[in-house]
């Protein structure tokens, strides 16, 4: 999942497009900046042309295409400014001022053909810039750099006398920066990217149980029980809430073995993510062998249907705990509790659903366990 590319990206797509929506909001701010800088600078290179060239000549053959430049980056500073931008878009943005400004460049470089060396040290802070400061897939920068790298080096064989030896030293500065631009930025991304995931592990860790991989009871506090409720609230709907407890563990862990204890969890676990609505429902792990479910605009006869499935299906396992001398069995036992914020004018919190499923959930044990009971709160 956290694996890298030779560009330094995320080979998993999911986890580079989480990155990069992680990051969105400081790529679109550098953008925006590194492009008015360069612009604020480009313009002021000016004062060259009107020295090299003379005023007259500099406004007709050089000042166009600085103006050029200085129209497109400002509009995609603006843009990355004051646009909520996607990923896509910066990286468009960011090939299009770059490849605008490279253009811009060759064509002043052709009007002041005696200056190809002042040239070449132009391009060679214009690459680190490509690579380092303009924030753009590594892959683009690479096809960018190296097209203006080959296309500048046949202007110099093109347009200039300059010798062999010269020609030769400056083509493979050029490509020493082009070289070390790319491993800098790749750098840089295996640094960012090491530091996502990094966050990620430890977001998990502090809202997962190592276990069975379900939200712990610090996330249903801190995030669960006011969005939730207030979600069902916002919308008028029914939410329902079970919570569940594997029979008997205290005698699997005492005759089978901690072990096996841990392996009968994650098996139940297991089964409740597997019977749950990815991204819509919620399990969580709520103590030792015991779990919840947060099951949004689900009613009480949806939430009786889930919690016999998942009783039949846990107690229809004979592979867990195999034919034992002790006669144990995996069974487990449901409470169901359901409010409709459609259909009444009191309103109850998450804690109270909870609660009453947990009183329920008691009860099923009282009744001789492997049950499921259930009532609808008015």
């Known amino acids: 999942m956290h694996t890298l590319s030779l560009t330094g990206e995320f080979v998993h797509p999911a986890t580079e497009s989480a990155f990069l929506e992680h990051q969105l909001a400081r790529t679109r701010a550098l953008l925006g900046f590194t492009l008015l800088f360069c612009t604020f600078f480009y313009l002021c290179f000016f004062v060259t042309d009107v020295a090299a060239l003379g005023m007259d000549t500099a406004l007709a053959a050089t000042f166009p295409a600085r103006l050029l430049v200085a129209l497109t980056a400002g509009s995609c500073a603006w843009l990355a400014y004051r646009r909520p931008l996607s990923v896509r878009a910066t990286w468009l943005a960011a090939t299009v001022a770059e490849s605008v400004a490279l253009a811009s460049f060759m064509h002043i470089a052709v009007q002041r053909p005696q200056e190809f060396h002042w040239h070449a040290m132009s391009l060679a802070i214009m690459l680190v810039v490509i690579y380092l400061y303009i924030p753009n897939r590594l892959s ?138 990815d991204q819509v429902d919620t399990v969580v792990r709520y103590g030792g062998e015991e779990f919840l479910l947060i099951l949004p605009e689900t009613d009480l006869a949806g939430g009786e249907h889930l919690a016999e499935r998942l009783r039949e299906a846990f107690a229809a396992d004979r592979l867990l705990l195999g034919d034992n001398a002790f006669g144990l069995r995996t069974t487990a036992s449901f409470g169901v509790a359901c409010f409709d914020f459609a259909n ?35």
Do not use: W
């Open 140 to 277: 683009h920068a690479i096809v960018l750099a190296g097209t203006a790298t080959g296309v500048f080096l046949e202007l110099v064989l093109r347009l200039t006398t300059m010798s062999f030896a010269d020609i030769l030293t400056m083509g493979l500065l050029l490509v020493l920066v082009n070289t070390f631009g790319a491993l800098a930025a790749r750098r840089y991304n295996h640094v960012s990217r090491e530091e996502f995931r990094l966050q990620t592990d430890l977001k998990e860790a502090a809202e997962r149980d190592h276990l069975t991989g379900c939200y712990n009871r610090r996330y249903l506090h801190q995030h669960l029980l006011g969005l939730e409720l207030s979600r069902a609230r916002r919308f008028g709907r029914p939410l329902t809430v079970v919570l569940c407890d594997i029979d008997n563990f205290k005698l699997i862990n005492d005759n089978f073995g901690h072990t096996k204890g841990d392996e009968v969890i994650k098996a139940f676990a297991d089964l409740l993510a597997g019977a749950t609505r």
């Open 344 to 378: 009444s004018q009191v309103s109850y919190n998450l804690p109270d659903l909870i609660s009453a499923a947990d009183k329920l959930m008691y009860e099923a044990k009282r009744s001789g366990r492997n049950r499921v009971e259930s009532m609808e709160l008015k």
